[in-house]
């Protein structure tokens, strides 16, 4: 690991302490390195409408470190923005404060940005670099990404299956989770910004579809079928920037033949069996398994769109 990846994968930890009050604007983290490879400042966006990363670590620079800064290197995950929105563009600041270079994870693709920013930066004389550790700067991102690249939320299908594959036993409702995941569950929930399931759903098992396992804000709860169906433009003039659905089979599936998702995951429980049963949606081919963890015998897999 070079020095820019490793400055870049602290920008990334800081980012991540931004996760639940950020929204919906991204997840970003900034450091500033002297030339001797000091870390001078440190700064992430906490909140939505509150200075930006860049403009936290150059306020976490002590007054004495400030002579420093012509020579200093600039690490942030996500593109200086170069407009103004609720905050003043990140860009001047930097431009002002005189950083020698700036080193970027990734290009910003909302509107107002593309490129705007790094562009102003180079017009500037400042020496930039983009693309370090790009992936991963995306993927921390990846449903603001979504929402402004394709105008639609990030969509994660949710289901839990028995160790046969049923979601139910006959039709009836199954307690398939462990109070633990369960409690993982409803952690998701409080990290998205809305939920779904189907009429069918809704009516047999009354969801509340809340986070009462867990600490945060309760997702948007949305109920669909045929005469109500999902409405995507609705929910990106909503700002809603990631959906969870939960449905039953035909709920899942209904995104599934119409390509519409972006993760799946599925929860089995490796000791419970049905005779018979509503069976598990079918994975589609163009999966890739991200992660599989155990917990109290249950098998939590994710998986992304292959590459």
């Avoid at 700067?137 to 994660?156: D, E, W």
């Avoid at 998702?261 to 890739?288: C, F, H, K, Y």
């Amino acid at each position: 690991m070079n020095n820019d990846e490793r400055y870049m994968r602290r920008c990334l930890q800081l980012a991540r302490q931004g996760r639940q009050n950020a929204k919906p604007n991204p997840m970003v983290g900034a450091v500033i390195v002297s030339n001797d490879g000091r870390i001078l400042g440190e700064g992430y966006h906490v909140r939505c409408g509150e200075a930006h990363a860049e403009v936290n670590a150059f306020a976490s620079v002590r007054p004495e470190d400030e002579p420093l800064l012509s020579s200093a290197t600039l690490y942030v995950s996500l593109e200086p923005c170069s407009h103004y929105g609720k905050t003043p563009p990140c860009a001047d600041l930097i431009i002002h404060k005189g950083v020698m270079r700036v080193v970027v994870g990734c290009i910003d693709p909302f509107a107002e940005v593309q490129g705007r920013g790094i562009q102003k930066l180079r017009d500037a004389g400042i020496d930039i670099t983009v693309g370090v550790l790009e992936a991963d700067c995306q993927a921390l991102n990846r449903r603001f990404f979504t929402f402004h690249r394709l105008g639609r939320p990030y969509i994660i299908l949710k289901w839990a299956q028995t160790a046969n594959g049923f979601i139910d036993d006959h039709g009836r409702a199954l307690q398939i989770s462990t109070p633990f995941t369960q409690m993982l569950s409803h952690k998701l929930r409080a990290e998205e910004d809305a939920i779904l399931v189907g009429r069918v759903t809704d009516e047999r098992e009354h969801p509340q579809l809340n986070v009462r396992h867990w600490v945060g804000l309760n997702p948007q709860r949305l109920v669909v079928d045929h005469r109500h169906p999902l409405n995507l433009e609705s929910l990106h003039a909503q700002n809603v920037q990631s959906l969870i659905v939960e449905g039953g089979r035909k709920t899942l599936e209904s995104f599934l033949l119409q390509d519409l998702w972006d993760e799946i995951r599925v929860e089995t429980n490796m000791r419970l069996t049905v005779s018979g049963g509503t069976r598990a949606p079918q994975l589609p081919a163009t999966v890739a398994l991200a992660s599989s963890e155990q917990y109290d015998g249950n098998t939590i897999q994710r998986f992304y769109r292959m590459r």
